[in-house]
């Protein structure tokens, strides 16, 4: 059985930093095309950075652009965002997910797609970010 699970999340004042983490089990994550995702409030679903499956490409929200980092490590079925500088609007639920094939081959359009659970195999519970001001 597949999991998902994202760690790391908390409380932290504006201009902080956190590094999330998401363990996959029951699977192998090393042919896979990850992203992270998140959804505010209220709000609706965000993508906000993608990777593939060896590392090699990473894209990014602009609203995130040059403030998070997302990285894996295969050998330990494991993905990571580092976000920094982090802002108020920053603030809401993370989730790990594996990118559907129908979308792996367009990660440049995923700020146009990845805002439906559609385009998504699997997702985590979710790890809470909060930032305050």
């Known amino acids: 059985q597949v999991h998902l699970v994202e760690s790391g999340g908390g409380l932290v004042q504006t201009g902080g930093s956190l590094n999330l983490s998401c363990a996959a089990s029951?699977?192998?994550?090393?042919?896979?095309?990850m992203s992270w995702v998140r959804q505010a409030p209220g709000k609706a679903l965000e993508w906000v950075s993608g990777?593939?499956?060896?590392?090699?490409?990473?894209y990014y929200a602009d609203s995130v652009k040059g403030r998070f980092t997302i990285s894996r490590d295969n050998a330990k079925s494991t993905l990571y965002l580092q976000l920094n500088s982090l802002k108020s609007e920053d603030t809401a639920v993370y989730y790990c997910?594996?990118?559907?094939?129908?979308?792996?081959?367009?990660?440049?359009?995923?700020?146009?797609?990845?805002?439906?659970?559609?385009?998504?195999?699997?997702w985590g519970q979710g790890t809470q970010v909060t930032v305050s001001s």
């Open positions: 997910a594996e990118v559907s094939v129908l979308y792996s081959g367009r990660m440049d359009e995923m700020a146009r797609y990845g805002d439906s659970w559609a385009a998504y195999n699997y």
């Open positions: 029951g699977y192998s994550i090393v042919h896979s095309t």
């Open positions: 990777i593939n499956g060896d590392g090699s490409k990473t």
